[in-house]
T-cell receptor, first 112, second 111 residues
Framework: GEDVEQSLFLSVREGDSSVINCTYT??????LYWYKQEPGAGLQLLTY?????DMKQDQRLTVLLNKKDKHLSLRIADTQTGDSAIYFC????????????FGGGTRLMVKP | DSGVTQTPKHLITATGQRVTLRCSPR?????VYWYQQSLDQGLQFLIQ???????AKGNILERFSAQQFPDLHSELNLSSLELGDSALYFC??????????FGPGTRLTVL
């Protein structure tokens, strides 16, 4: 089973904002990550946030981190059909080398 | 393109066989990681090498082994293959302790 949890599916309309949520377990994780996987492709690093930050913005992407609740979210503004993919959050537990523990992924479907 | 290359892209083999998956990290990256992605287990960390030395081990079966060579490329060896080993195997590399860049993966099918 996974220590990092995500909802399975999210559907939005093109132009709307998407918010993908994630809860993690290891409060000592130094970095938390968002990866994107398109069909038949590898994992693309979208963004990451250092654990002492609350928010990070990178163009259409906004990452929010609530360390108290161990909650991470990814907001995609002005969602496009090309954003349709599976989004994975991942934590980097301390004392575990540099391994990543991934959530199960959230499938984002963007309707035109 | 992440700069991480993996070969082969697809591999079909029979139960009981042995295969070798190859990974070349991004130029300058000393760390290589192997992950397995399957429908039932999701994405799981297998093993990490740093500059030729094993650094961390995850849920890697005893039938699986890996190594990192002096030129920093890595190989993952899977032996006595079972049907349940069918999965996507990803290699990732990093220069430091944060960003890991993933290759396109090798899809292994065991028949």
């Amino acid at each position: 089973g996974e220590d990092v949890e995500q909802s399975l599916f999210l559907s939005v309309r093109e132009g709307d904002s998407s918010v993908i949520n994630c809860t993690y377990t290891d409060s000592s994780s130094t970095y938390l990550y968002w990866y994107k996987q398109e069909p038949g492709a590898g994992l693309q690093l979208l963004t990451y946030i250092f654990s002492n930050m609350d928010m990070k913005q990178d163009q259409r992407l906004t990452v929010l981190l609530n360390k108290k609740d161990k909650h991470l979210s990814l907001r995609i503004a002005d969602t496009q059909t090309g954003d349709s993919a599976i989004y994975f959050c991942a934590e980097n537990p301390q004392g575990a080398g540099n391994m990543l523990t991934f959530g199960g992924g959230t499938r984002l479907m963007v309707k035109p | 393109d992440s700069g991480v290359t993996q070969t082969p892209k697809h591999l079909i083999t029979a139960t009981g066989q042995r295969v070798t998956l190859r990974c070349s990290p991004r130029s300058g990256d000393l760390s290589v990681y192997w992950y397995q992605q399957s429908l039932d287990q999701g994405l799981q960390f297998l093993i990490q090498y740093y500059n030729g030395e094993e650094r961390a081990k995850g849920n890697i079966l005893e039938r699986f082994s890996a190594q990192q060579f002096p030129d920093l490329h890595s190989e993952l060896n899977l032996s006595s293959l079972e049907l349940g080993d069918s999965a996507l195997y990803f290699c990732a590399s990093s220069v430091g302790l944060n960003e890991q860049f993933f290759g396109p993966g090798t899809r292994l099918t065991v028949l």
